[in-house]
């Protein structure tokens, strides 16, 4: 078992609706990261939480640590929006590396 | 624009031969990583170096090494490359204790 799991894989939706992408992991961490990565492959940091809610823009991330659960939501999607969105833990033990999920591939349909 | 650079952006080698990447980070931060992303996963830790020393490593085999420089570049060694190798590798340079990360924007390496 992954020390990090997305879901879903895979999504696609219509232009508009509201998305959500779950990320659970099983380590103690210090921060979680989401992260856009886009064709091409570089990649672009959403948010980092160790608590609570963050929003920017049509972008809003919460999470529990309690229940070592995370969700990233995109109001009113684009097909900008459309992308491969990485749930990334920070470990709170030892060196600052990142473990990753496999990522959630999102497709916006206008 | 997070200030990390990375060279080449793509890469062809062939089984058996020896590549060098590069990464520069931005200024004061003196903690770079290494991670390699196959084609449909997530990245892999591959490697961390803080002020020019190895600070921990994934499990990757002793070919992947890595040098850091009083600069904020570094390199990504890898010998005897073998198809599975074939990924595009990422840095990504940080200062101690504020956890967020900066990522360059990759290398695409390709093993025929």
């Known amino acids: 078992k992954n020390e990090v799991e997305q879901s879903p894989q895979n999504l696609t939706a219509q232009e508009g609706e509201f998305i959500t992408i779950n990320c659970s992991y099983s380590?103690?961490?210090?921060?979680l990261h989401w992260l856009q990565q886009h064709p091409g492959g570089g990649i672009v940091s959403l948010f980092m939480?160790?608590?609570g809610k963050k929003k920017h823009g049509r972008l809003i991330a919460t999470i529990n640590i309690q229940e070592k659960h995370s969700s990233l939501h995109i109001t009113a999607s684009h097909p900008r929006d459309s992308a491969v969105y990485i749930c990334?833990?920070?470990?709170?033990?030892?060196?600052?590396?990142?473990?990753f999920g496999t990522g959630t591939r999102l497709t916006i349909i206008p | 624009e997070t200030g990390v650079t990375q060279s080449p952006t793509h890469l062809i080698k062939t089984r058996g031969q020896q590549v060098t990447l590069r990464c520069s980070s931005q200024?004061?931060?003196?903690?770079v990583s290494w991670y390699q992303q196959a084609l449909g996963q997530g990245p892999q830790f591959i490697f961390q170096?803080?002020?020019?020393?190895?600070?921990g490593r994934g499990n990757f085999p002793p070919r992947f090494s890595g040098l850091q420089f009083p600069n904020y570049s570094s390199e990504l060694n890898v010998n005897a490359l073998e198809l599975d190798d074939s990924a595009l590798y990422l840095c990504?340079?940080?200062?101690?204790?504020?956890?967020?990360?900066?990522f360059g924007p990759g290398t695409r390496l390709t093993v025929l």
């Open positions: 990504a340079s940080s200062i101690p204790g504020r956890h967020t990360q900066y």
């Open positions: 380590v103690g961490i210090s921060a």
């Open positions: 939480l160790s608590s």
């Open positions: 990334a833990v920070l470990s709170n033990f030892g060196n600052e590396k990142l473990t």
């Open positions: 200024s004061g931060h003196n903690t």
């Open positions: 170096y803080y002020r020019e020393e190895e600070n």
